[in-house]
C-alpha cells in the first residue's frame, strides 16, 4: 500500500532558525513528489514538484530535495511569515495523489 | 496566476438538506477534485473527474454525488447532509498526467 510520513508532527523555530522537514514514502512507483504550505483556514499553496532522485528545487528561503525513500524540505533562516502546515503528496504510477498528514512549523520572533 | 474558486468560504447547513458546493478553475485542466480535510486525518478524496462527464469514486465517497456537465466546473453534492459530513472541503484541478494540482480556498461546512 502507498504511504507518506511526514516528521515531526510539530516544529518550533526561532526566528533565524534554520531546519528541516522530512517527508518518507513508500510507493510502487514515483511519478512525482509535490510540496504545499497551507495557512490556517485556507487551501494549501503549491510549492515545488521533484521527480527523481537528485533533484533538488528552491524558492526564497525554501529548498526541497528528493532521494528514493524521502524527501526534505529546508528552512533556511525562517521568518514568522513561514508559519503554516506544509504537506508532502506522492503520485504513484496510475494513481491520484497520497498526501501525508503535514508537519505544522510555527516560527517564533 | 491559476485560479480555482469554490463558491463559498463558510456554510451552515441543517441535516437532511441537499447541499451543493461547486468549484470552478480557469485553466482548462482537465483534472477536478474534491478532498474534505478533518484534524487528524488529513486530507481524503471524495470523488474525481478526469474529463467532462466523467467521474471516479476516490477513498470515501458514500453519502456524496458530483457533476461536471462543463470542463471549468465541479460540483459536490451532499443528498442529505448528516453532522458527520462537517468538514473542511477542498477543491483542486491539474493538467492530465504527473503534474501539480491546484487547490481553491476551501469551504468550511457545518451541519446542525
Known amino acids: 500500500e502507498d504511504q507518506v510520513t511526514q516528521s515531526p508532527e510539530a516544529l518550533r523555530l526561532q526566528e533565524g532558525e534554520s531546519s528541516s522537514l522530512n517527508c518518507s514514502y513508500t510507493?510502487?512507483?514515483?511519478?512525482?513528489l509535490f510540496w504545499y504550505r497551507q495557512d490556517p483556514g485556507k487551501g494549501p499553496e503549491f510549492l515545488f514538484t521533484?521527480?527523481?532522485a537528485g533533484e533538488e528545487k528552491e524558492k526564497e528561503r525554501l529548498k526541497a530535495t528528493l532521494t528514493k525513500k524521502e524527501s526534505f524540505l529546508h528552512i533556511t533562516a525562517p521568518k514568522p511569515e513561514d508559519s503554516a502546515t506544509y504537506l508532502c503528496?506522492?503520485?504513484?504510477?496510475?494513481?491520484?495523489?497520497?498526501f501525508g498528514p503535514g508537519t505544522r512549523l510555527s516560527v517564533l520572533p | 496566476d491559476v485560479k480555482v474558486t469554490q463558491s463559498s468560504r463558510y456554510l451552515v447547513k441543517r441535516t437532511g438538506e441537499k447541499v451543493f458546493l461547486e468549484c470552478v478553475q480557469d485553466?482548462?485542466?482537465?483534472?477536478m477534485f474534491w478532498y474534505r480535510q478533518d484534524p487528524g486525518l488529513g486530507l481524503r478524496l471524495i470523488y474525481f473527474?478526469?474529463?467532462?462527464?466523467?467521474?471516479e469514486k476516490g477513498d470515501i465517497p458514500e453519502g456524496y454525488s458530483v457533476s461536471r456537465e462543463k470542463k471549468e466546473r465541479f460540483s459536490l453534492i451532499l443528498e442529505s447532509a448528516s453532522t458527520n459530513q462537517t468538514s473542511m472541503y477542498l477543491c483542486?484541478?491539474?493538467?492530465?498526467?504527473?503534474?501539480?494540482?491546484?487547490f481553491g480556498q476551501g469551504t468550511r461546512l457545518t451541519v446542525v
Open positions: 483542486a484541478s491539474r493538467f492530465q498526467g504527473n503534474t501539480e494540482a491546484f
Open positions: 510507493v510502487s512507483g514515483l511519478r512525482g
Open positions: 521533484l521527480y527523481s
Open positions: 503528496a506522492v503520485q504513484p504510477y496510475g494513481q491520484n495523489f497520497v
Open positions: 485553466m482548462d485542466h482537465e483534472n
Open positions: 473527474s478526469y474529463d467532462v462527464k466523467m467521474k
